[in-house]
């Protein structure tokens, strides 16, 4: 009854060049994402977690295996199709926010909607009504600085949403928030899954970000170990 998947990675592997000894960060990992998923990616530090959502967002180059996106091989992109391709497709949140600091909340959140060609005007509409939507309506000329963590982490939120993805890669996003605003960050995350059809992906060792999850796969030395159906 499931569609095409939106990305699908078979036999992935990747290893870090390390002196003598390399790193086998990925050790052959099938994964599918789907529209509309809320996908937990569960595993201890160094599992592989960002490594894979690396490769999953276009980042970085799996050194075998393939990673098919709507059914086509990622591997005959060029790299310009590569960058096109995260800023239609993918949205991404980071651990550290990851925010430019000289910018407005609401020029953070506009700035990848300019390489698109979008007109200053309609990015601030665009922007306004993303900053609305995660709850930062007031905070449009705010600067990071003067944010906190969570507000930090809502605008990002804001700028992944702003070229309406496909996907939104969140590598350990409430790592460094505390539990309550951890907590609310996960509620707006789960809402515009559920409300935007944006798939999510969430890397993170927190249990109570997996108890969100619809689907979870838990890594464990570079494999995936569990699949549990949802
Ligand atoms: N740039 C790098 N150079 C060398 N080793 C790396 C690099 N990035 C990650 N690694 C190693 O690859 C493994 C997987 O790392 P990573 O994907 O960051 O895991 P996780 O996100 O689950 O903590 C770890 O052993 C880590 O030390
Ligand atoms: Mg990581």
């Known amino acids: ?10 036999g ?18 099938d994964i599918d994402i789907f529209a509309g998923d809320l996908l937990a990616l569960r595993g201890p530090s160094g599992s592989g977690k960002t490594t894979l959502i690396n490769l999953l967002g276009l980042l970085d180059r799996p050194d075998s295996g393939t990673l098919l996106l709507d059914g086509r ?15 239609d ?11 430019i600091p000289v910018l407005t909340a609401a020029e953070n959140i ?8 979008v007109t200053r005007a309609e990015m601030m509409e665009r922007a306004r009504e993303l900053l609305a939507a995660v709850g930062l309506a007031e905070k449009e000329n705010t600067r990071p600085d003067l944010l906190s963590g969570g507000q930090r982490q809502r605008v990002a939120i804001a ?7 496909a996907v939104i890669f969140a590598d ?8 309550h605003t951890a907590d609310a960050i996960l509620d707006l995350l789960q809402r515009l899954n559920r409300e935007q059809q944006v798939a999510v992906v969430i890397s993170t060792h ?10 979870v796969l838990t890594l464990h030395d570079g494999e995936i170990v569990t699949e549990p159906t949802a």
Do not use: W
């Not at 009854?1 to 078979?10: D, E, F, V, W, Y």
């Not at 992935?12 to 990992?29: D, F, I, N, T, W």
């Not at 700028?159 to 993805?165: D, F, I, M, Q, V």
């Open 159 to 165: 700028r992944a949403l702003a070229n309406r993805p």
């Open 172 to 179: 350990e996003p409430t790592a460094n928030l505390d539990s």
């Open 73 to 87: 091989n990622t591997a005959t992109l060029s790299e310009d199709e590569r960058a096109d391709t995260r800023r």
């Open 206 to 215: 927190d249990p109570r970000v997996v108890e969100r999850c619809t689907r």
């Open 110 to 117: 506009g700035y990848p909607m300019l390489l698109n060609h």
């Open 89 to 99: 497709r993918f949205g991404f949140i980071f651990q550290t926010f990851n925010l």
């Open 1 to 10: 009854m499931n569609a095409t998947p939106l990305l699908s990675g078979r």
């Open 12 to 29: 992935l592997r990747k290893h870090y060049p390390m002196g003598s000894e390399p790193v086998q960060a990925l050790r052959g990992v």
